[in-house]
């Protein structure tokens, strides 16, 4: 079964910082995916990557397939970009890391 | 039209109710799934439908039992639940073709309160 890791569990950051949140996982895959989850809400799929980088308006998602490793980088952090964010890997049955709970501060 | 829909919101029911969750996708998927999901934890998959047919149950016990009437509903009816089955109950659908870079799109969530 992958592992999927994320860090860090919890991050608060000022209005206008840059973000970064990472993902490793423990078995080689084709692709990962982010999503967000607002507190009480569903969840919005972000990103698909199978390799390099996606960008997105103010969200940037890059992974190396060789080390394992993806990250979310959200550029000019803004306080609706609170939430939950979520790395997963698999397909029917996907796996999810533990999530990272970013709160921005204006 | 890329949106899941999902009613009710909210749910509250006592042990003896019988209620049904609903959920609706538009979107010529052919994978509908459900997950159930505690406060800060990740979903878990409950259920799997691919072509209208259970592909996958996650050893789900039986008082949550899924329908696929057609390839757009799905519905979880839900029997003699216990207080520990209060959750966040999501709906997701998928193209269906299984593989990695099937991405799921998610609706927003039933809040199943079960006193």
């Known amino acids: 079964k992958n592992e999927v890791e994320q860090s860090p569990q919890n991050l608060t950051a000022q209005e206008g910082e840059f973000i970064t949140i990472n993902c490793s996982y423990s078995v080689g895959i084709s692709a990962l995916h982010w999503l967000q989850q607002h507190p009480g809400g569903g969840i919005v799929s972000l990103f698909m990557?199978?390799?390099g980088k996606k960008k997105h308006g103010r969200l940037i998602a890059t992974i190396n397939i060789q080390e394992k490793h993806s990250s979310l980088h959200i550029t000019a952090s803004h306080p609706r970009d609170s939430a939950v964010y979520i790395c997963a890997v698999g397909g029917e049955k996907l796996t999810f890391g533990t999530g990272t709970r970013l709160t921005i501060i204006p | 039209d890329t949106e899941v829909t999902q009613t009710p919101k909210h749910l509250v029911m006592g042990m003896t109710n019988k209620k049904s969750l609903k959920c609706e996708q538009h979107m010529g998927h052919r994978a509908m799934y459900w997950y159930k999901q505690k406060a800060k934890k990740p979903p878990e998959l409950m259920f799997v439908?691919?072509?209208?047919?259970?592909?996958i149950n996650e050893s789900v016990p039986s008082r949550f039992s899924p329908e696929c009437p057609n390839s757009s509903l799905l519905n979880l009816h839900l029997h003699a639940l216990q207080p520990e089955d209060s959750a966040l109950y999501l709906c997701?659908?998928?193209?269906?073709?299984?593989?990695?870079?099937?991405?799921?799109?998610f609706g927003p969530g039933t809040r199943l309160t079960v006193l």
């Open positions: 997701a659908s998928s193209q269906g073709h299984g593989g990695s870079t099937d991405t799921q799109y």
């Open positions: 439908y691919s072509y209208e047919k259970l592909s």
């Open positions: 990557l199978s390799s």
